[in-house]
């Protein structure tokens, strides 16, 4: 988070997290691994170095193996293709100066490849921190605003610690003197 005197500027982290980049290679080396075990039951050699696969049928055997491998394949491509392009990426900007908020995200390639937010700094209502514990807990912060939905203004995935969240949401509240709600 970056601070002037009239401006807040956050970062969101998007999709190059070290999580994606370790599933992303998991499934590629896992995929090229049943990719390759079930092509050589298909062609009767041994394509593996780690492995011996001559007891292997094609059929079922090799037609599954070569089925998950070009799914695992498939799949690292797509994270691989989201790391680059960065989906969910973006910045949080809150310009007293010019009284102003913008938020922006970066999404997939095509016709809205940048999605961007501004509207006056009057119209935002307050900061509401949104809390679910349990198994899949949820902690986002969001920015209630005057005839529009609540804009989420943290990242999505992993959830942030709760007294960042805290720390953040009463941080932001103060600054655009609004009221920190669900805390």
């Known amino acids: 988070m970056t601070t002037n005197q009239g401006v807040i500027r956050q970062n969101i982290l998007g999709s190059r997290r070290f999580s994606n980049f370790l599933w992303a290679s998991v499934s590629l080396i896992g995929g090229i691994g049943f990719l390759l075990a079930g092509l050589s039951s298909y062609l009767n050699t041994n394509l593996l170095?780690?492995?011996?696969?001559?007891?292997l049928q094609f059929i079922p055997?090799?037609?599954a193996l070569t089925f998950y491998g070009v799914a695992g394949c498939l799949l690292s491509i797509y994270l691989w293709l989201i790391i680059l392009w960065d989906v969910g990426g973006g910045y949080n900007e809150f310009n007293k100066d010019q009284g102003i908020v913008?938020?922006?995200?970066?999404?997939f390639p095509g016709k809205n490849r940048r999605i961007e937010?501004?509207?006056?700094l009057e119209?935002?209502?307050?900061?509401?921190?949104?809390?679910?514990?349990?198994?899949n807990p949820k902690r986002t912060l969001y920015l209630k605003v005057k005839k529009r939905r609540?804009?989420?203004?943290?990242?999505?995935?992993?959830?942030?610690?709760?007294?960042?969240?805290?720390?953040?949401?009463?941080?932001?509240?103060?600054?655009?003197?609004?009221?920190?709600?669900?805390?």
């Open 102 to 107: 913008k938020i922006s995200r970066s999404g």
């Open 150 to 183: 609540d804009i989420p203004l943290t990242r999505v995935g992993e959830p942030i610690a709760l007294s960042a969240l805290e720390n953040q949401g009463a941080q932001l509240a103060r600054f655009l003197e609004v009221p920190l709600e669900g805390l």
């Open 61 to 63: 055997q090799g037609i």
């Open 49 to 55: 170095f780690v492995s011996d696969t001559s007891e």
């Open 117 to 120: 937010i501004e509207f006056p």
């Open 123 to 135: 119209d935002v209502q307050s900061v509401k921190a949104e809390i679910k514990e349990g198994l």
